[in-house]
């Protein structure tokens, strides 16, 4: 998270699509907020994170 600002503008693209994942979804809503500010409206946040990710879409992702 603390990497996203400094980062966002040069290795991002504001008219693309960015899906933001974390463990369970609370730091990515924080990232995908901050990044909505900044323009990147198309952003948006795994909800439940990879590991509801994993449990109901897709178990050979591991749950850690």
Known sequence: MADIPARANRELDPDEHIVVVCHHGVRSANVTHWLRQQGFE?????????????RLIDSAIAVY
Request: charged share 15%; net charge neutral; hydrophobic share 30%.
């Open 42 to 54: 198309n952003s948006q946040s795994l909800v439940g994170g990879i590991d509801r990710w994993s």
